[in-house]
Structure formats: C-alpha cells, structure tokens
C-alpha cells in the first residue's frame, strides 16, 4: 500500500472506534450515576470559636517520662509540630504541690520558683513548636493548706487559706512569666473536686467554689491586675453540676471564664447554663483506661467522640488526658517504652486529623453532621485567613461519596489528609472544583480533614479529548477473551462506579484503544492488594509496541481491602502512536485488578458518514432490510442498525458524491456468535460492474449476549470506485445474525 493511502489510513484511524452515541457516552451523566449525598457548606451559618486541641503532659510523672526519653524530641515534633506531627495548640499542666513535682510554696510564705526541669523542657520545647496557649490545673494545694495535711486523698482547702490559695495563683502565673518567660493563659482551681482519689486529689463543693471565687480569687487578680482565665469545673462526670452555683452568682460568675470538664462518664451534651452565661466550654481531660490499642477503631472511636464535643457539647476546646506515658492503657497518645522506643496510636493521627488543620480563633460551620449512613461531618473556617477545613469520619465498612457544595463562598480545590489503617494524616492529590461542588470519596474505616482556602483558584485541568468510563465497549478497538465489565460493588469499595473492566481468567489479558496522534492518557485502577501485572503500551500500526513507563499515584484505599489510584506516563508518549494497549497480568485473582476509566489527549474524532438513524444517505437498497432498535446494550449502546429481516441475500449501496472517488471506508458491523461470514462488500464505477473488496476484520470485542462487533476495512487500494455495495447473505433461522451499525468513507 503507497505512502499517501497509509496517510489516509492513520487519519482515519482515529474514529474507528466512535459512534454518536459513544461520544455522547464518553462523559457519563451525573443521572446515570448513584446519587451521592450533598452537604451544603454555608459560609455565614456560624457557631462556636475554636480555642484549641491539646495534651496534658508536664503533669505527675509524666513530664520525666518524656524528658528522661531518648527519642523525646521526635515525640514532642509529633505531638506539637504542625510540618511534622498533629499541631496540637493546648499543652495542659499540672500546679506542682510537692509530689511528683516541686510546689511553688513549699512553707507557708516560703517561695521557689525554680521549678522542674522535665516540666519547664516540655513547657519551653512545646513554645517552639508553636503552641498557642499553656494553661495549668491544681489537683491540690500545698499539704500544708489542707484539712488531711496531705497533697493525696483528697482533704479539703482549709477554710483559714482560702485568701493565701488565691494568692498562691496569682504567683503562680506571674511567677512563670517573671522566671520562665512563660505565659500561662489560664488557671484551673481543681482538677475532679468531686472525687478523693489516692493520688493528688483535693475536694471542693460547689459552694465552696463559689465563696472562693466570688470572695477571694477575683478580688485578689483584679487589685493585682493579674491577666489570666480562670476555670472552674473539671468535674470526672461530663457535667457543669460542681459550677452551677456559682453561675447563678453574680460576683462567682463574673471570675469565671471557662467551665471545663471531663468525660470518664456522663454523655456527651452542651453546657447549656454556661454557654447562657456567655462562658466558653473545654473538655479538659478525657481519655480511656482500657488494655492499650493503637488500632484504627480506636482511631475512628475517638474521632467520633471528639466530633460530638464539637458539634453536640458545642465545646471551644479539647484535651486528650496524656500526650505520651509509659503506659499499658488508652490513656496516652503516644506508648513510651523503658528501651527507649515509643508506639504511635491512630487516635493521636485522628486527634490531629482536628489539630493540625483546625487553628485556634476558628470558627465551626453548622453542617449536616450526619449526612450519609456511618458518616459524621463538622466544619470550620478561619475568618482571619480564608481558610477552611471539614472533618469527614466514615465508620463503615464501606467507602462513600460525597457532593460538597460552597454556600457563600468561592474555593477552587480541597486538598485531602487522610488516616486509615495504612495512612497517617497522609496528603492525597486536591478536589478541583467541579459543576459548583467537590465530589469527595470517604474511604471506609477513614478519617479525612480536606483543606481549602476561600477565594482560591480552580486547578488547571488538562483538557482531554475523550474519556472512556467503561460503561460499555464502544470505545475499544479490540480485546482479548476474558475480560467483562463488572457493575458489583462490595464494601463500596469503587465508589459507587457502576461500571468497571476486569479480567475473567487468572492470564495476562489487553484491551486496545485506537485513536489518531495519543500524546497523552491517564487512567484511573482500582485494586486490592497488589497492582502487580498492570502494564501500558503504544504503537504506531498495532504491531510494533514499546512498553510505558507510568507513574501512580498514592493508592487511596477505599474499602474491603480495594485501593484506587490514578495511572500516568513517566515521559512524552511517542509521537506516531496510534494504538494503545492496557495489560493486566500476574496477581493472585482474576478481579485483582479493575480499570475504572481512561483519559487519553489525541485528535478529534470525526462523526461517521452514515449512522443508520434513517436511509437517506444510501443510494438504494434491496427491500427485506429494517433498522433495528432494539437491545442496545448488546450493541454498546447503538439504537440504530440495519439487518435483514429474511435469510435470504440484500444488500446496500452508497454512492460517492459526483466528481469524487472513494478511496477508504470502515464499516462497523455487529455480528451474533460465529455468524460473520457470508458478509461481502463490492466496488463499482457504474453500476454494473461489481467487483469484489477484499477485507480486513479488526477490533473484535464481546459486547455481551453473544454478541460481538468487529470494523471492517479494505485490504488493498479500492480502483475507480464510485459505488460501494454490502451484502449479507446466509443465517439461516437468524435473519439479524448480522448488523451495519456505521460506515465511515474518504473521498478524493
């Protein structure tokens, strides 16, 4: 064949594989699709302002734990370091009273501010990392202030040291400002008052809590002009019972800045008599002392339970109990270990799935916070920056697909950090903006912050020529045996995708696309376990293929041990391919491997010159035809096609527009079982002469039922034709044996 008809060839190879309605397929509808769940993400629709996240550490024995580690600096970067750990912005601490850690008034009027130095290396070590507010709580006073003369056992606040107590925390916070260049935000008369635990402990009632307040605490910082929060609560039950009182006091109410609490018990609800009195609410200590887990459930448990402070107590702030302890329970993030290794937890990945990307002086959102089965949801935005964040948890054992829409606002992406059983707070290619919302994929057993900023820009998309979602085989060329196009969706692990390509036999399979000029293709797999096997190659004439170098992307897992991730050539593609090959081979099953959609850059396909919607671009035809409509799915979608409609020889003729010759043309035939043959094309110059086209059948696919479709063009150079004849014949029973779906032609 001369060089000028393989030109011709080439051009025409890149709309072998189309049809109208597989272009109009080649973006799938949003109709046809499982609807997903839209939450509306309203920029004006305010709650609460976010204080902060935060540990307890310099408290006890917990501060030597950490200092006295030899890995002690890499576990502060993961605690308090927004580059490299959970950004927490709250460090808790303990108001040393001679146990475990040195009092500040050893004697009556005797003073020492020297200090420990575990907790001021914690303390300073947590200011560089960026921490935004230390604040302390008293678990007792000074033996020598209390009713048993011991710091444990609880024992009440002598009634005779009530001014001296108040006077104590006074000093405290300025005495850690004037020693230790350290500002400590807020102080915490008592930590539990309602309990005498065997360890430091002192009881208050809540009247007492409220004569000292009212009497001594605020009289004493306001002539001293002491700047700190006063917290008062921080009762074991979740409850603001031991404040109440005091709320309903004027003077009491006045010093009170925040109620705090923690959560060994009680359920998880608003502090609605402190909120009413304008007090912002901390849940100050909260953790589990259950046999030691640092599993993904557990990660997921506390992500729900830190949600519903946020969302349900409406809390401003939350306190994980410690940061990390040598420890056989829950109740650190980080296990420290006596051979100098730690353990990390998911919980403290799933705190900071909150901490690192929620700042203090954010502001949280009113969203659907239950806007799909197992899904629990919060919002925030930071007024001062743009920007925002939403907080996804998905406790299921499926992935689902969310639609969020901005209400008020313009953002152009979402950048995505994801923790799950194989990631930690591990950033995922940004959500562009897409249709005025973003389409997000919440993996199963996950917890997922996504990032954006208000105002920003929509990333630039590549601008693909065509896409092929794999509903259908209107789009490949040809394949080999044993793939099928898989619709199942266990564990939601394809993201609702009703429509997948997978091998039916464990043996290296290919399908193969055929456009003009592919410079460019990015495909999107899912797998499960491995992608072993996964191969990419290009041709310039379906015979000499180069295998691809391709990137992939960070494999998201998405449910039931499926990962998806998105496939991309390393270098230029070569610049005469014409032919594309997908490969799956090796793996341990057949459905290891599942090709959700292709993308590909190459020329514009052009419309074929007869679809058989009507006749009225043939010439003539003889009478037992009719253009069937019928079961499209078995003719990728095609609902129009001629066939006979008697076993008995008809045929078709088109003829060329006057002053032209035909030089190519490629039929698109369908044809049932191994019923292909007698089927014959002819070429004339007038009418009466008919001679026979030898042909070549190429791109045979299955497309289901028995069905199967092939493109039929000529082998050799067509001679002076001007008329061109196809005729079926044979069939037997099966009249509709064989089907014209389209014909392509080029003139000269």
Request: glycine residues 6%; proline residues 4%; aromatic residues 12%.
């Amino acid at each position: 064949m001369n060089i000028w008809k393989k030109t011709l060839r080439r051009v025409l190879a890149c709309v072998l594989a189309f049809s109208t309605a597989a272009i109009s397929a080649t973006i799938r509808a949003d109709a046809a699709m499982v609807s997903n769940a839209e939450v509306k993400i309203s920029w004006n629709d305010t709650a609460q302002e976010i204080d902060g996240f935060g540990v307890s550490q310099p408290c006890d024995v917990y501060g030597d734990e950490i200092y006295n580690h030899p890995k002690r600096d890499e576990i502060m970067d993961l605690l308090f370091s927004k580059d490299n750990g959970i950004g927490l912005s709250l460090l808790r601490c303990e108001v040393g009273n001679g146990r475990n850690m040195p009092t500040i008034e050893p004697q009556d009027g005797v003073w020492d501010f020297s200090g420990s130095a575990a907790e001021l290396w914690v303390m300073n070590e947590a200011k560089t990392r960026g921490i935004d507010k230390i604040y302390s709580t008293v678990w007792s006073p000074p033996a020598w202030m209390k009713t048993n003369n011991k710091v444990t056992n609880g024992g009440y606040l002598r009634k005779d040291c009530y001014q001296k107590y108040a006077e104590y925390l006074k000093r405290y916070v300025e005495g850690y400002k004037q020693y230790h260049d350290i500002d400590i935000y807020a102080i915490s008369i008592a930590n539990e008052p309602e309990y005498a635990a065997i360890w430091q402990s002192c009881l208050w009632k809540p009247e007492m809590l409220t004569d000292f307040l009212a009497n001594f605490l605020a009289p004493v910082l306001a002539a001293s002009n002491t700047n700190v929060n006063v917290i008062v609560g921080e009762k074991g039950q979740w409850s603001e019972s031991m404040v109440t009182n005091a709320l309903n006091t004027k003077e009491a109410c006045d010093r009170i800045d925040i109620v705090g609490g923690h959560q060994y018990s009680g359920t998880i609800g608003p502090f609605t008599l402190a909120e009413s009195k304008g007090k912002r609410v901390w849940a100050t200590e909260v953790s589990s002392t259950g046999t030691f887990t640092a599993s993904m459930k557990d990660g997921i448990s506390w992500a729900e339970r830190v949600h519903e402070f946020m969302t349900t107590a409406n809390a401003n702030a939350f306190t994980y109990w410690l940061g990390a302890c040598q420890t056989a329970s829950n109740e650190a993030l980080i296990r420290l270990y006596t051979d100098g290794t730690f353990e990390t937890t998911k919980r403290l990945y799933t705190l900071g799935n909150f901490s690192r990307f929620i700042q203090p002086g954010s502001v949280r959102l009113n969203v659907d916070s239950s806007p799909a089965k197992g899904i629990s949801l919060s919002a925030y935005k930071n007024p001062k920056t743009g920007d925002f964040s939403l907080v996804a948890i998905n406790n299921s054992n499926t992935s689902q697909v969310l639609d969020f829409i901005p209400d008020g606002f313009a953002a152009g992406k979402l950048t995505p950090y994801v923790t799950n059983e194989a990631c930690s707070l591990e950033e995922f290619p940004s959500i562009p903006l897409i249709n005025g919302k973003f389409t997000v994929t919440l993996g199963a057993g996950s917890v997922t912050t996504f990032t954006g900023t208000e105002g920003s820009s929509v990333p630039v998309q590549k601008d693909w020529s065509l896409t092929d979602e794999l509903d259908d085989w209107s789009l490949i060329y040809s394949a080999s045996p044993d793939w099928m196009l898989e619709g199942n969706n266990p564990y939601g692990g394809f993201d609702g995708d009703p429509s997948r390509l997978r091998r039916t036999a464990l043996s290296r399979q290919e399908v193969i696309y055929h456009f003009n000029h592919i410079t460019d293709f990015e495909a999107d797999v899912y797998f499960h376990d491995s992608l072993e096997g996964l191969k990419f190659y290009t041709s310039p004439d379906n015979k000499a293929w180069s295998e691809v170098n391709f990137n992939l992307d960070k494999a998201l897992s998405t449910g039931g041990g499926w990962n998806r991730t998105k496939a991309a050539p390393a270098d230029l593609l070569p610049p005469d391919t014409s032919y594309f090959k997908v490969e799956f081979d090796k793996g341990k099953d057949s459905w290891d491997k599942h090709l959700a959609s292709i993308r590909f850059v190459c020329d514009a396909p052009e419309k074929p010159y007869d679809t058989l919607e009507d006749w009225s671009k043939t010439y003539e035809h003889t009478d037992n035809w009719m253009l069937d409509a019928e079961n499209p799915d078995y003719f990728e979608g095609d609902t129009a096609r001629a066939r006979r409609t008697t076993a008995t020889t008809e045929s078709i003729i088109y003829s060329v527009p006057e002053e032209k010759t035909l030089v190519d043309f490629t039929a698109k035939l369908f044809y049932f079982r191994t019923y292909r043959d007698p089927m014959a094309f002819y070429q004339s110059a007038d009418g009466v002469i008919w001679t026979p086209v030898e042909m070549d059948y190429t791109g045979t696919v299955d497309t289901g039922n028995h069905w199967n479709r092939m493109y039929a063009t000529p082998a050799s150079d067509l001679s002076d034709c001007r008329l061109l004849k196809i005729e079926f014949s044979g069939g037997g029973l099966f009249q509709w044996d064989k089907q014209l779906s389209e014909i392509y032609f080029t003139y000269f």
